[in-house]
């Protein structure tokens, strides 16, 4: 590879990662639409940059454009996720592009959902504009994991946090639970929420802590009221949920799966019938737009889970401590053969204070 072409390529994945910068800025906010950056660059200098702040608000192309103006012309822009090419809220940013007359387009991710699915960079192409898709796509795809598994085959993206002692228990026998993990892991939870669309959890749990499952506190984020909290919703089949439980301080914001109850409904919680997980994970995608699922649940709900191969990622925060044989385990998988583990590849080992966070997703591998 020439050095020209090698400096090119360098100089495409720093301004990509400027893009995916600004796309994260939209984390918490964005949902459930996907988190997008953009950048615009002419003869070496960025000239308009600009990120998707919020669902029903302009999209990322739109404010880098606005931002370039008349310098548009010409120049090359960098897109985290390929440019929508439908009428929406707002109008397709692969026209708006060729209108604002750029001359290249370099795209990080595709976008499978059936509205854009390469159609936005034909229009690009269509339009004379040379298009390159793949810069930093790895990167981007970690931006939108569950929006892009939505798109692509109508389930969410489901992650399962689990919280335990160095021998794998989650609470002592009485329930009592709190804390295993110190406040950096605790805190680092409230990043998974937010960036969930529901976080999901068994009544046992509910009962037990009296939990609310909601985001709180975030690092870098002063006013709490922009994000997009998420929604909670409680498998709850024998409908023992009581009327004063604190999850119910903001019921609008509450899914229950179990039994019809006409006081849930009167406060405005939305109720499912009892279903198979499976089921219940496509609903929440296909019909209510819910494209990244957080467990946060005893070891039944989680072994459930995991048991029938819904997990996309585990996250595992480990305390160096032990509770004793007589603590509650964190799952309650029988296997009888070496066959039957379920095994799992680390993509990430972070300390937190004493803690550790490892981040895992199933493996392939087969014993």
Same mark, same amino acid.
């Given at each position: 590879m020439s050095e020209l072409k090698q400096d090119s390529i360098q100089s495409d994945q720093v301004w990509m990662q400027r893009a995916i910068a600004l796309a994260r800025l939209g984390q918490y906010s964005t949902k459930p639409n996907p988190n997008v950056g953009c950048v615009i660059i002419k003869e070496g200098q960025l000239v308009g940059e600009g990120f998707h702040p919020k669902a029903g608000q302009p999209h990322a192309e739109v404010f880098a454009m606005r931002q370039a103006g008349e310098q548009a &012309? /010409?120049?090359?822009?960098?897109?985290?996720?390929?440019?929508? %090419?439908h009428y929406g809220r707002t109008p397709p940013c692969a026209k708006g592009l060729v209108a604002a007359g750029v001359t290249k387009v370099i795209v990080a991710c595709p976008d499978p959902n059936p509205l854009v699915a390469g159609k936005g960079v034909q229009i690009l192409k269509d339009a004379g504009i040379d298009v390159e898709v793949g810069i930093c796509q790895a990167e981007a795809h970690q931006l939108n994991q569950g929006f892009l598994k939505a798109m692509a085959s109508g389930m969410p993206y489901v992650r399962l946090k689990v919280a335990s002692s160095l021998d794998g228990r989650t609470a002592m026998a009485s329930g009592e639970s709190k804390w295993i993990t110190g406040t950096e892991a605790r805190q680092d939870?409230?990043?998974?929420?937010?960036?969930?669309?529901?976080?999901? +959890? /068994?009544?046992? +749990?509910?009962? %037990?802590?009296?939990?609310?499952?909601?985001?709180?506190?975030? &690092?870098?984020?002063?006013?709490?009221?922009?994000?997009?909290?998420?929604?909670?919703?409680?498998?709850?089949?024998? /409908?023992?949920?009581?009327?004063?439980?604190?999850?119910?301080?903001?019921?609008?914001?509450?899914?229950?799966?179990?039994?019809?109850?006409?006081?849930? %409904?009167?406060? /405005?919680?939305?109720?499912?019938?009892?279903?198979?997980?499976?089921?219940?994970?496509?609903?929440?995608? +296909?019909?209510?737009?819910?494209?990244?699922?957080?467990?946060?649940?005893?070891?039944?709900?989680?072994?459930?889970?995991?048991?029938?191969?819904?997990?996309?990622?585990?996250?595992?925060?480990?305390?160096?401590?032990?509770?004793?044989?007589?603590?509650? %385990?964190?799952?309650?998988?029988?296997?009888?053969?070496?066959?039957?583990?379920?095994?799992? &590849?680390?993509?990430?080992? +972070?300390?937190?204070?004493?803690?550790?966070?490892?981040?895992?997703?199933?493996s392939q591998e087969t014993v």
């Open positions: &012309k /010409g120049a090359t822009a960098y897109v985290t996720l390929e440019p929508c %090419a939870v409230q990043h998974w929420r937010a960036i969930s669309g529901v976080v999901i +959890t /068994g009544i046992e +749990t509910v009962l %037990a802590d009296d939990c609310q499952l909601n985001v709180r506190q975030l &690092k870098g984020v002063d006013d709490i009221s922009t994000i997009v909290q998420p929604k909670r919703l409680v498998l709850d089949r024998q /409908g023992r949920l009581a009327l004063n439980a604190k999850i119910l301080q903001q019921p609008e914001t509450v899914m229950v799966m179990g039994p019809f109850r006409q006081e849930l %409904a009167d406060l /405005g919680v939305l109720q499912f019938e009892v279903q198979p997980l499976k089921d219940l994970l496509q609903t929440l995608s +296909t019909q209510h737009q819910i494209y990244d699922v957080l467990v946060e649940a005893g070891a039944t709900l989680s072994t459930a889970f995991l048991q029938q191969q819904l997990v996309d990622e585990m996250i595992s925060y480990v305390a160096p401590t032990f509770l004793g044989q007589t603590a509650r %385990a964190m799952f309650n998988a029988e296997f009888d053969r070496m066959a039957e583990q379920l095994r799992f &590849k680390l993509i990430d080992l +972070t300390q937190l204070g004493e803690d550790v966070r490892l981040r895992l997703i199933p």
